[in-house]
């Protein structure tokens, strides 16, 4: 079980830019983020595999969100830029020891944050 620290949210205007980061205590393959909005699934925004160092993203974040990690430091970021009313949710940062299928489905993984609140206002 890897423990995983979410930070960095806040509230932002339409056009603007947050990172988003998740610590976690340990290394794991596989990291992901998600969102929920209130009345909404949580839906997968992001993810990242080490082994062969693909990312992989939400149709809703490509060319916008960039998910990144540092391994030494066992810390994955998403970067957000361009943000929209739409993106206003509240982030998670999941963690599997191996890419699960499909990366979106929030029940293929075990290993949550506590949430990070992103605010988009127009």
């Known amino acids: 079980q890897v423990q995983l620290v979410e930070s960095g949210g806040g509230s932002v205007q339409a056009g603007g830019s947050l990172r988003v980061s998740c610590a976690a205590s340990g290394y794991s393959s596989a990291m992901a983020w998600f969102r929920q909005a209130p009345g909404k699934e949580r839906e997968g925004v992001a993810a990242i595999y080490s082994t062969n160092v693909s990312t992989y993203y939400a149709d809703s974040a490509k060319g916008r969100f960039t998910i990144f990690r540092d391994n030494a430091k066992n810390m994955v970021y998403l970067q957000m830029n361009d943000l929209k009313p739409e993106d206003t949710a509240m982030y998670y940062c999941?963690?599997?020891?191996?890419?699960?299928?499909?990366?979106?489905?929030?029940?293929?993984?075990?290993?949550w944050g506590q949430g990070t609140q992103v605010t988009v206002s127009s």
């Open positions: 999941a963690a599997e020891r191996a890419l699960p299928f499909p990366w979106y489905s929030q029940y293929k993984y075990n290993n």
